[in-house]
């Protein structure tokens, strides 16, 4: 039940994507991993993309631009 | 879809986060600053108020739908998603029935219009075509932007994209300055194709829907084809 950070900011797209992308791997199943961006294209195919998964996922908008993106890793 | 210690997790940080400033004052001022520029350009000339209203509407769109060429080819492959490309793919289904309507008109208003002068852009395909292909889907993919979408994250302020713009200024130039040496060695070889010419207006409309929705179909497969995959994996 590990929570994991993982900074993206200044990353440009698909960077965010494919770094969550590997940290899930390494994951075990419940642990959760935080994202901070500051690039929405990730808000829509991160979101997407881990929905697709069978994730658990929700997001949060911290300042102007900036989100946190939580994922709990399902399977 | 969101588990219990993700909601949690929201509430901490909803606390800790403090409120937001109310951007509504920016909205209106912005939204005076845009009738203004419309009313003093128009004086010059009605078209350039068009032009002006509707590339607001289309970067409001772009932004809010986060609309992006690049995705729609990269993540197919890339992550096996396609709702981006098939919103491109619904765009060119729109476009091609409005394309249509316009050029129906021109031709029914005039029998004898002559091809160049149907609405409509028509350029000369050829080996050029792939070549400007591969060098621009090269470029858009390590720019994390197309040219639209530069422009579109630029003004969000996304600093990164500046780079970007000042390489597309760079690459724009050089293009221009260069243009007559490969219109001199491919383009002016090449011939422009207007399909109708051969098959007819109302046919090629058929054909060209009925390929789009062919790849449309395609793609939504795709999609849950490349979700059966991942699980597996």
Known sequence: ?75 | MASSRIEELKRQKKMEVSKKRNQIPYAILLTIAVLIIYLIITKYQITFGNYWVIGILLGITIQRSRFCFVASVRDPIMVGSTSLLKAILLAFIISTIGFFIIQYNAIASNPDIRIQEIPGQFSPVGIHTAIGAVLFGIGMVMAGGCVSGTLTRLGEGYAINLVVLVGFIIGSILGTKHFSFWDKLLISNAEAIYIPEYLGLFPTLILQLALLCVLYYIAHWYDKKSNIMASTM
């Open chain 1, 1 to 75: 039940m590990a929570e994991y950070k993982l900074d993206c900011l200044h990353e440009v797209c698909p960077i965010p994507l494919l770094k969550a992308l590997k940290s899930l791997e390494k994951m075990e199943i419940g642990d959760i991993l935080i994202m901070h961006t500051d690039h929405n294209c990730s808000i829509a195919n991160v979101v997407e993309w881990t929905k697709k998964q069978g994730h658990y996922i929700d997001y949060i908008e911290i300042a102007e631009g900036e989100w946190e993106i939580y994922i709990e890793k399902a399977r």
